[in-house]
């Protein structure tokens, strides 16, 4: 699906989904030569205990444990849970979902997605058999899940409900902020989400002993005093990630706000535009708008989602397919195994969906760009009226340079 740039590309440099934000350069560099001269670098440090404290106050969870990444942290949080069998999840979602559920032994059965992208009640309720245990929703590309619909179900068929939120730090639904739902939330600092700590995940929780056991199994199952009580893993965030992610949670506001502009500048953009649809949150929502996808419909837009990519990376913007093919399409979940099948919604949003490029450097006129090539594609393709493509503008050359 990739293109070469062109010598004559609107941008000059790659602009690509998930380019690491780096909110206070100067902080976070601070904050590593402090962990150095306290050669305190691992094992509960303090910069970790402060990420970790952060995170409590700003999703409101009584405990919010940091860990090496978010596959890591929903391992844990499934284990410490005692989930067995089959646990019900999204196809659509990233491959880490289902991966940490099979790679603790555990049969990830996929369900179908609502209008909103996220696990849909009504459909888990019908893949529920004597081996279900638990549900995991996944707040999808920062949209909440249906929580309410997904309680409603697990606490009928006495399941466990976990949520996966490695998109959606910051997001609320229905006035309940995300790290407060289910029985416990997972999230990631990945390097490509909004807020990174270079890799990073945690458990967020308001059960203390769900937290205290959580706590043990990231450091080999030793408790508070180091006496070991348990089975364990070494999933110990270090001092370093700690220092980037408490810079950056700290920013988290200027952060979101940057990407709801953003937001806005697409939706702008690509308004009216036959068979573009931006997508945006459930209206009881407050959305993170870490992520700005959209759908493209190609019996109205005359172009595929694949020429839309192929196109802008010929101007050298690198956007994302995600998550195409779903899940119940890889090789590693044979379908005979995690059936049932078809799961319509999923295989028509995995056909469409597109995520643009949309870190904290780009200016307004880069997302007019980018709109202003998805303008001219769909003009072209569909005979509408439309905005000609002015390519390349000065300004973006001219950051290019300096
Ligand atoms: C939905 C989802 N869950 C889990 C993960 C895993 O997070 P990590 O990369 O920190 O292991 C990701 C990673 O991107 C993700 O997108």
Same mark, same amino acid.
């Given at each position: 699906?990739?293109?070469?740039?062109?010598?004559?590309?609107?941008?000059?440099?790659?602009?690509?989904?998930?380019?690491?934000?780096?909110?206070?350069?100067?902080?976070?560099?601070?904050?590593?030569?402090?962990?150095?001269?306290?050669?305190?670098?691992?094992?509960?440090?303090?910069?970790?205990?402060?990420?970790?404290?952060?995170?409590?106050?700003?999703?409101?969870?009584?405990?919010?444990?940091?860990?090496?990444?978010?596959?890591?942290?929903?391992?844990?949080?499934?284990?410490?849970?005692?989930?067995?069998?089959?646990?019900?999840?999204?196809?659509?979602?990233?491959?880490?979902?289902?991966?940490?559920?099979?790679?603790?032994?555990?049969?990830?059965?996929?369900?179908?997605?609502?209008?909103?992208?996220?696990?849909?009640?009504?459909?888990?309720?019908?893949?529920?058999?004597?081996?279900?245990?638990?549900?995991?929703?996944?707040?999808?590309?920062?949209?909440?899940?249906?929580?309410?619909?997904?309680?409603?179900?697990?606490?009928?068929?006495?399941?466990?409900?976990?949520?996966?939120?490695?998109?959606?730090?910051?997001?609320?639904?229905?006035?309940?902020?995300?790290?407060?739902?289910?029985?416990?939330?997972?999230?990631?600092?990945?390097?490509?989400?909004?807020?990174?700590?270079?890799?990073?995940?945690?458990?967020?929780?308001?059960?203390?002993?769900?937290?205290?056991?959580?706590?043990?199994?990231?450091?080999?199952?030793?408790?508070?005093?180091?006496?070991?009580?348990?089975?364990?893993?070494?999933?110990?965030?270090?001092?370093?990630?700690?220092?980037?992610?408490?810079?950056?949670?700290?920013?988290?506001?200027?952060?979101?706000?940057?990407?709801?502009?953003?937001?806005?500048?697409?939706?702008?953009?690509?308004?009216?535009?036959?068979?573009?649809?931006?997508?945006? =949150?459930? +209206?009881?929502?407050? %959305?993170?708008?870490?992520?700005?996808?959209? $759908? #493209?419909? &190609?019996?109205? /837009?005359?172009? !595929?989602?694949?020429?839309?990519?192929?196109?802008?990376?010929?101007?050298?913007?690198?956007?994302?397919?995600?998550?195409?093919?779903?899940?119940?399409?890889?090789?590693?979940?044979?379908?005979?195994?995690?059936? =049932?099948? +078809?799961?319509?919604? %999923?295989?028509?949003?995995?056909?469409?969906? $597109? #995520?643009? &490029?949309?870190? /904290?450097?780009? !200016?307004?006129?880069?997302?007019?760009?980018?709109?202003?090539?998805?303008?001219?594609?769909?003009?072209?393709?569909?005979?509408?009226?439309?905005?000609?493509?002015?390519?390349?503008?000065?300004?973006?050359?001219?950051?290019?340079?300096?």
């Amino acid at each position: 699906m990739s293109a070469t740039p062109a010598a004559s590309a609107a941008f000059g440099h790659a602009v690509r989904v998930g380019a690491p934000n780096i909110p206070d350069r100067d902080r976070v560099l601070d904050r590593i030569a402090g962990a150095l001269s306290r050669r305190t670098l691992s094992n509960n440090g303090p910069l970790v205990r402060e990420f970790e404290d952060r995170l409590r106050r700003l999703t409101g969870a009584r405990h919010c444990i940091a860990v090496t990444n978010g596959t890591v942290a929903l391992e844990l949080a499934v284990r410490a849970c005692g989930l067995t069998g089959e646990v019900i999840v999204p196809s659509f979602t990233y491959v880490a979902t289902p991966h940490a559920l099979s790679w603790q032994g555990l049969t990830p059965v996929f369900g179908d997605v609502d209008a909103y992208g996220c696990l849909d009640p009504d459909h888990v309720r019908r893949l529920v058999t004597p081996r279900t245990s638990g549900i995991v929703g996944v707040h999808l590309l920062g949209t909440c899940c249906d929580a309410a619909g997904l309680e409603a179900v697990a606490a009928e068929l006495g399941l466990v409900l976990l949520f996966d939120a490695a998109h959606a730090l910051g997001s609320a639904t229905d006035g309940r902020r995300v790290g407060t739902l289910g029985r416990a939330e997972i999230f990631s600092f990945h390097a490509t989400k909004f807020v990174n700590s270079f890799e990073g995940g945690a458990v967020a929780t308001d059960d203390d002993e769900l937290a205290a056991r959580v706590r043990a199994m990231r450091n080999f199952g030793q408790d508070d005093d180091g006496v070991v009580r348990s089975l364990g893993t070494n999933a110990k965030m270090h001092e370093i990630s700690a220092a980037m992610g408490l810079t950056a949670v700290e920013n988290i506001t200027g952060l979101i706000a940057g990407n709801e502009q953003r937001h806005t500048w697409y939706a702008d953009g690509l308004r009216d535009l036959p068979g573009i649809a931006v997508r945006g =949150p459930r +209206p009881a929502d407050a %959305s993170n708008y870490s992520y700005l996808s959209v $759908l #493209v419909d &190609p019996a109205r /837009a005359g172009v !595929t989602r694949d020429e839309i990519v192929r196109r802008l990376a010929e101007e050298n913007v690198f956007a994302k397919v995600y998550f195409h093919p779903g899940n119940h399409r890889l090789e590693p979940y044979p379908q005979e195994r995690h059936r =049932p099948l +078809p799961l319509p919604r %999923s295989e028509r949003l995995a056909e469409q969906i $597109l #995520v643009l &490029p949309n870190s /904290a450097d780009l !200016t307004a006129d880069d997302v007019g760009l980018i709109c202003r090539l998805i303008r001219d594609l769909v003009t072209r393709a569909t005979g509408a009226r439309g905005e000609p493509t002015s390519r390349p503008t000065v300004s973006v050359r001219a950051r290019e340079s300096s």
